[in-house]
């Protein structure tokens, strides 16, 4: 795993933390966990709470704005947002260095 993709897989567990002491349903602090779709552990209203957590953890660690509900994100073939390991994924590959 590369120093960004650990970096926000670091962002989004501390996201998952943060959502998960004001929330009834929480997220379980895995890679594997399941975001949305069969199995899915919230809802599209908490889907927008966390996004707006894990984007505040990312700008918080890597001193750079993002939004994850661009129209890239959504347009996305494997949408980001069906689990925690697909959307790290997707924050490291959108802050990679590039060439």
Known sequence: MSETAEKARQSVLRAIDEYNGSEERTIPRSTE???LGPGGVVDSL??????????????????????????????????????????????????????
Do not use: Q
Request: hydrophobic share 50%.
């Open 46 to 99: 908490g889907l927008v709470r966390f996004i707006v957590i894990v984007e505040r953890c990312v700008e918080d660690d890597f001193e750079i704005a993002v939004s994850l509900t661009d129209e890239k994100a959504l347009s996305e073939r494997n949408s980001p947002f069906r689990s925690v390991g697909a959307l790290v994924d997707y924050i490291a590959a959108c802050l990679a260095p590039r060439p």
């Open 33 to 35: 966990a399941v975001l």
